[in-house]
């Protein structure tokens, strides 16, 4: 199995709930605005959406986008989503509401937006962010236990430190226990991001 990342990107959540599960995986960077890979392999054939992450399995089959890889990720080790009859379920609401709410806010700050359009998406982050630290059900979103969903919303908080949004103070301290786990720190060392 072979995770293709760019360093820091929504890739890194892939990255951290691989290694949270244990599962043994390689690892290869790629170069989006030249589309190869470390390796040199043109990335397009490996997924001609062109961006990452894309997992490529031990059957040869590739998948993309985080929500999909994280919810494949959470059926490898169950203790990677809530427990109970809906807990599938909630995780899948927490995937997408970070997918289409948190993640796609950033757009402007990717695309050289004016700092108008960049205080906007601020907002909206902010707003988002506080509705997840409003509804956390204890040390990470849903208990006493980290899921697929805490590996994502780790990397929205790590942009928005990076573009000055200042979150709610139990995201900081959240942020600062998931930087902690031993899972964060080699994702982020494979990614040159320490």
């Not at 001609?48 to 040869?60: F, I, N």
């Not at 109970?84 to 927490?94: E, I, K, P, S």
């Not at 908080?157 to 902690?180: C, F």
Request: glycine share 8%.
């Amino acid at each position: 199995m072979k995770l293709y990342y760019s360093p820091g990107a929504c890739s890194l959540s892939d990255h951290i709930a691989l290694h949270e599960a244990g599962l043994d995986f390689e690892h290869e960077k790629v170069d989006l605005k030249a589309r190869k890979t470390e390796s040199g392999a043109d990335f397009a054939s490996i997924n001609p959406k062109g961006y990452v992450p894309a997992l490529t399995l031990d059957s040869g089959e590739t998948l993309t986008e985080n929500v999909a890889i994280l919810d494949w990720i959470s059926h490898q080790d169950g203790e990677l989503k809530p427990s109970g009859a809906m807990g599938h379920t909630h995780l899948l609401q927490a995937l997408a509401f970070i997918s289409t709410e948190v993640h796609k806010s950033f757009k402007p700050f990717f695309m050289g937006a004016s700092d108008e359009e960049k205080g906007k998406a601020a907002d909206t982050i902010l707003k988002r962010l506080g509705y997840l630290s409003d509804t956390m059900a204890g040390d990470f979103q849903f208990g006493d236990d980290v899921s697929a969903a805490d590996c994502y919303l780790f990397v929205m908080l790590l942009w928005s430190q990076k573009n000055g949004i200042d979150v709610p103070e139990r995201l900081t301290a959240y942020r600062e226990r998931m930087m902690a786990r031993p899972a964060v720190q080699k994702a982020m060392s494979h990614e040159g991001l320490l």
